[in-house]
Nanobody, 121 residues
Framework: QVQLVESGGGLVQAGESLRLSCAASGSLYSTHNMGWYWQAPGKQREMVAVMPRSNRPTDADSVKGRFTISRDSAKMVYLQMNSLKPEDTGVYYC????????????????WGQGTQVTVSS
């Protein structure tokens, strides 16, 4: 129904940057919201940022600190990760959902397989 494929992860030194990309296939309805979750080793998955296709600001589109989410005209979503820290290490997942879905209270309906980000000191 919906497929999400992440790329751009890797191994970097602290202070460096990465740009994650996600390519989506599926209905426009199911990919209205797209964004990123992450999972640190031994931790629960958490939201990084989610953005609707309209790119209008909403609570679901919050982006913290050094990371910036963006979308283009295609079914692509990006996460620019600057000033990376070792504690950012983990698996980053592209996520998607319909307009009715918001991160608060529910997990995303659709998940990619994840891309590993490792930040060394």
């Amino acid at each position: 129904q919906v497929q999400l494929v992440e790329s751009g992860g890797g191994l970097v030194q602290a202070g460096e940057s990465l740009r994650l990309s996600c390519a989506a296939s599926g209905s426009l309805y199911s990919t209205h919201n797209m964004g990123w979750y992450w999972q640190a080793p031994g931790k629960q998955r958490e939201m990084v940022a989610v953005m609707p296709r309209s790119n209008r600001p909403t609570d679901a589109d919050s982006v913290k600190g050094r990371f910036t989410i963006s979308r283009d005209s295609a079914k692509m979503v990006y996460l620019q990760m600057n000033s990376l820290k070792p504690e950012d290490t983990g698996v980053y997942y592209c996520v998607a959902g319909p307009s009715s879905w918001t991160p608060r209270g529910r997990p995303p309906p659709y998940w990619g397989q994840g891309t590993q980000v490792t930040v060394s000191s």
